[in-house]
């Protein structure tokens, strides 16, 4: 069964304070890793995929690396735009491409 | 393009009755599924349409049943609420190309069973 662990479960920054968000995940193949932002009260809204271990991906202040057993979300000088949870999920390739998620990390940047 | 739309965004249902949430995207995706979100658990798949015609159970699918109405429109009934079904639902589709593309949300309905 495919478990994906985040944490912390809640982080706060001050604006430009840089940090990671951790994804460790435990699948039978590994055909997809994805970051999600999720705002309050709004359906989650994707950010990247990364599909083999060393893959980086970079949007704005993010980046999203992978390894054999976890996946990092790097924010560079966060802003407080940035606040939000995000989800990591994987794909293992089974029938329906089915996702299954992580409980996220709330962050929140204070300004 | 509107992406994934959900109607109603808001419902309270009394134990017993009954509803439909309503799901339609217009990305000509293939692939449809509905989740729930529940505090410290996580988005949670319910049942997933491959593709049109096709239905299957996904994790957490006792208390609800689905319709996969034609290619945009997929639709998720509770036939008698219980106030284990109060979560907020959303819908999802995936694009066509092989396995890895990503799903896009719906808004998602926020829904209370007293």
């Known amino acids: 069964e495919d478990q994906v662990t985040q944490s912390p479960e809640a982080l706060r920054l001050q604006e430009g304070e840089s940090s990671s968000l951790n994804c460790s995940y435990t699948v039978s193949g590994l055909r997809g890793l994805f970051w999600y932002r999720q705002d309050p009260g709004k359906g989650p809204e994707f950010l990247f995929t990364l599909y083999s271990a060393g893959e980086e991906k970079e949007k704005e202040r993010l980046k999203a690396t992978l390894t054999k057993k976890e996946s990092f979300l790097h924010i560079t000088a966060p802003k407080p735009e940035d606040s939000a949870t995000y989800l990591c999920?994987?794909?293992?390739?089974?029938?329906?491409?089915?996702?299954?998620f992580g409980e996220g990390t709330q962050l929140t940047v204070n300004p | 393009n509107a992406g994934v739309t959900q109607t109603p965004k808001f419902q309270v249902l009394k134990t017993g009755q009954s509803m439909t949430l309503q799901c339609a995207q217009d990305?000509?995706?293939?692939?449809m599924y509905w989740y729930r979100q529940d505090p410290g658990m996580g988005l949670r798949l319910i049942y997933y349409?491959?593709?049109?015609?096709?239905?299957d159970k996904g994790e957490v699918p006792n208390g609800y049943n689905v319709s996969r109405l034609n290619k945009r429109e997929f639709s998720l009934r509770l036939e008698s609420a219980a106030p284990s079904q109060t979560s907020v639902y959303f819908c999802?589709?995936?694009?066509?190309?092989?396995?890895?593309?990503?799903?896009?949300f719906g808004p998602g309905t926020r829904l209370t069973v007293l």
């Open positions: 999802a589709s995936r694009g066509n190309s092989g396995t890895m593309n990503e799903q896009f």
């Open positions: 349409s491959a593709s049109e015609g096709t239905t």
């Open positions: 990305m000509n995706h293939n692939s």
């Open positions: 999920a994987v794909n293992d390739g089974t029938s329906g491409s089915r996702l299954t």
